[in-house]
C-alpha cells in the first residue's frame, strides 16, 4: 500500500529556534500534499495544501510566514516552523494524495498519512 | 458546500460484539468517502473508501461501510470488535475541487474486556 513516512516523530526545541519536518512519499507519486496540526481530542486542522511544485495555499488563519511549506518534488514536501514558541507546541501530521496503483481518477485518490511529528516548544 | 457529520463522539462496546459508527454527509455530487483509524501519538490510517464502484465497501481489519445515498450516510460497521480496535475514528469526504478534504469530529471507539 501507499506508505507516507514523516520525520522527525518528535521534536524537543528551544523557543525562537526553526524547526523541520519532512514528509515523503515513499512508494507513488504525491502530486498533492497536505499539513494538518491536531490538538488534544480534536480533529485535524488543515494548514495547507501543496501541490508540486507550486506554491502552498494557506487556510485562513495560518501564517505562511511562519510556517514555510516546500513541495519541491512529487515525493518530498517539508514544513519548517520558523522562530518557533510555546504556542506552537502541537502534533502535526503531513499527508500525501496522488497517483497510486491502477486508479486513474483523481477523484477516488484518498490521502496517507505520515505517523505525525510531536512537536514540543519550551 | 461539503460537510461530515459523527453522530457519537464516543461509542463502548463489549470485545466480541459489534461496532457501529455512524456518519452522515453532505454534498453537491456524488461523493468519494473515506474512513481512517488514528491510534495515539500516530497517523490516520485508512480502512477503507467508496467511490461508487459499490455500495458495500469492505476495508482492512473487518471492517465494511454502506454508503446509503437516500440517506446520506456512511457507517462504519465491524461485526465483532477486537480490544486492539480502541483507537479514534474519522469520516472524511473528499470537496468537490477534489483538493480538499473535509473531516468529521471524530468517534472514539472504546473495548470493554
Not at chain 1, 61 to 68: A, I, P, Q, S, Y
Not at chain 2, 78 to 102: L, T
Amino acid at each position: 500500500g501507499a506508505v507516507v513516512s514523516q520525520h522527525p516523530s518528535w521534536v524537543i526545541c528551544k523557543s525562537g529556534t526553526s524547526v523541520k519536518i519532512e514528509c515523503r512519499s515513499l512508494d507513488f507519486q504525491a502530486t498533492t500534499m497536505f499539513w494538518y496540526r491536531q490538538f488534544p481530542k480534536q480533529s485535524l486542522m488543515l494548514m495547507a495544501t501543496s501541490n508540486e511544485g507550486s506554491k502552498a495555499t494557506y487556510e485562513q488563519g495560518v501564517e505562511k510566514d511562519k510556517f514555510l511549506i516546500n513541495h519541491a518534488s512529487l515525493t518530498l514536501s517539508t514544513l519548517t516552523v520558523t522562530s518557533a514558541h510555546p504556542e506552537d507546541s502541537s502534533f502535526y501530521i503531513c499527508s500525501a494524495s496522488g497517483r497510486e496503483g491502477t486508479e486513474i481518477f483523481f477523484s477516488n485518490q484518498p490521502q496517507h498519512f505520515g505517523d505525525g511529528t510531536r512537536l514540543s516548544i519550551l | 458546500a461539503q460537510s461530515v457529520t459523527q453522530l457519537d463522539s464516543h461509542v463502548s462496546v463489549s470485545e466480541g460484539t459489534p461496532v457501529l459508527l455512524r456518519c452522515n454527509y453532505s454534498s453537491s455530487y456524488s461523493p468519494s468517502l473515506f474512513w481512517y483509524v488514528q491510534h495515539p501519538n500516530k497517523g490516520l490510517q485508512l480502512l477503507l473508501k467508496y467511490t461508487s464502484a459499490a455500495t458495500l465497501v469492505k476495508g482492512i481489519n473487518g471492517f465494511e461501510a454502506e454508503f446509503k445515498k437516500s440517506e446520506t450516510s456512511f457507517h462504519l460497521t465491524k461485526p465483532s470488535a477486537h480490544m486492539s480496535d480502541a483507537a479514534e475514528y474519522f469520516c472524511v469526504v473528499r470537496g468537490d475541487n477534489f483538493n480538499k478534504f473535509y473531516f468529521g469530529s471524530g468517534t472514539k471507539l472504546n473495548v470493554k474486556p
